[in-house]
């Protein structure tokens, strides 16, 4: 639960505990949470009109790089300020840092638009107009090193030593010699509400997946941007480092963010999802919103993988979906559909990668999931047995570069109608600046093989 409920309720907690600072962070395009400290009283005179940020963080990369192709800002607008509301209802310790309070702003005025958080803020709107509330939680998968940023950067990011040999999935012994690490993580995300239902081991050197607890859509994206940065932030004060980019070894599975999404009625606060004596409990509005997931999903797809490096998660047989397709407990489908109980009646979407902007990614799979109520639209056929060996029309096909997703965001008219012409103009741009940035280099790959031959 949250700390505070009001603005005055975390000016009271300050003043008690006599603090001198507080730290706050929003969300770039990249789900990078940027940030600064606020001595109490500016914290205080910005509650209500909101804090100046410069609006770089709108126009930059992952690398502070300035994209040259964006409408929104750039040096044609000299990088002006742009209005960050303050939300004190995100606020919470951060046991990191003592007593020190951390808070969540969203970006307001003319930046609302292209504002991550107010993406799935107004997405969740949608949903409350159509009479549901949206539930939701993420699964993460990160690798962790016995590295440091230092380290890393020494080596060129080669050779790099896992904190653990071998393929040890769901492993005791694992867990039980690293525990200190998964205690104080444990023990982080509780004391951060952003509990962990589930915290084990994959299949890889190294690798962990922790499942967060379920919530109302808003609370999932701020639990998820916060779970990210503050692993990292552990792992690192701990002469250790976690990541969680898409796919950083060919030898390995890709890092998934897999989502789980459900609606209940606003009114009775029953899940909606869920009808007693349909096929698998599937409820017409489940089949709508699954409908309108599976059809978007290919004209959505870089909402989900933003970056380069995560189209090459998406390959046969490495637990990532290569179509937009559906099954019933089926993990090698796009969307998987999991039969419950009214309250755990669910859909899961597969195809996110790790490295996903919560925010947008969330908003993307309900944005898309309410279009199809909206439509009325059908599911395909179920897909029963193993995806990869099995052919789907075109129409279900990924785009298979970040280019050709960042080209089917642009040109979509579903796109468009739910996330506005200028969030979905500003994101195609930056998703096309980060493709053409790598082409910029020459990878090892290219190297050996045509250095000397050709």
Request: charged share 20%; proline share 5%.
């Amino acid at each position: 639960m949250s700390l505070f409920h009001t603005a005055a309720d975390a000016l009271a907690h300050i003043d008690d505990k006599a603090l001198s600072h507080v730290k706050m962070g929003v969300s770039d395009i990249d789900g990078i949470l940027r940030g600064k400290y606020l001595a109490r009283d500016k914290f205080a005179s910005v509650l209500d009109g909101g804090l100046g940020f410069c609006d770089v963080v709108l126009g930059w990369d992952s690398n502070d790089q300035l994209y040259d192709n964006v409408r929104y800002t750039g040096w044609h607008t000299a990088y002006p300020d742009a209005t960050v509301r303050l939300l004190p209802e995100t606020g919470r310790r951060l046991p990191l840092e003592g007593e020190m309070l951390f808070f969540l702003g969203e970006f307001s005025g003319a930046a609302e638009a292209i504002c991550p958080r107010g993406l799935l803020r107004r997405m969740v709107a949608k949903a409350q107009a159509m009479g549901y509330e949206p539930y939701g939680a993420l699964e993460y998968e990160f690798f962790l090193f016995d590295e440091t940023p230092h380290s890393v950067r020494e080596k060129g990011y080669r050779n790099l030593k896992p904190i653990t040999p071998g393929y040890f999935g769901y492993s005791v012994l694992r867990s039980t010699v690293h525990a200190e690490f998964y205690h104080e993580l444990l023990a982080l995300s509780q004391a951060m509400d952003m509990p962990i239902e589930g915290l084990h081991t994959e299949t890889g050197p190294g690798v962990i997946e922790a499942a967060l607890g379920v919530d109302k859509l808003m609370n999932a994206g701020d639990k998820a941007i916060l779970f990210k940065t503050f692993t990292k932030a552990l792992a690192q004060r701990k002469g250790m480092m976690a990541t969680f980019m898409a796919k950083w070894s060919n030898h390995y599975p890709g890092q998934s963010g897999h989502i789980h999404l459900s609606l209940k009625n606003r009114t009775t606060g029953k899940g909606v999802f869920f009808e007693p004596g349909a096929d698998h409990h599937m409820s017409a509005i489940q089949r709508h919103f699954l409908a309108g997931v599976q059809r978007l999903l290919p004209e959505f797809l870089c909402l989900f993988a933003q970056t380069v490096n995560a189209y090459s998660r998406l390959i046969p047989g490495f637990w990532a979906p290569t179509d937009a397709s559906w099954g019933y407990e089926n993990r090698t489908t796009a969307l998987r559909v999991i039969e419950g109980s009214e309250k755990s009646q669910r859909i899961e979407v597969r195809i996110g990668s790790a490295d996903a902007n919560p925010y947008i990614a969330l908003a993307a799979a309900l944005g898309a999931g309410l279009y199809g109520i909206e439509q009325g639209w059908e599911p395909t056929p179920v897909t029963l047995g193993n995806a990869y060996e099995q052919t789907f029309p075109p129409e279900q096909s990924f785009p298979h570069t970040l280019m050709d997703a960042a080209s089917r965001l642009r040109a979509s008219e579903a796109a468009r109608a739910l996330f506005g012409a200028d969030f979905v103009e500003h994101y195609a741009a930056t998703r096309e600046w980060e493709e053409r940035e790598f082409r910029k280099h020459i990878t090892d790959w290219e190297l050996a093989r045509y250095f000397e031959i050709i």
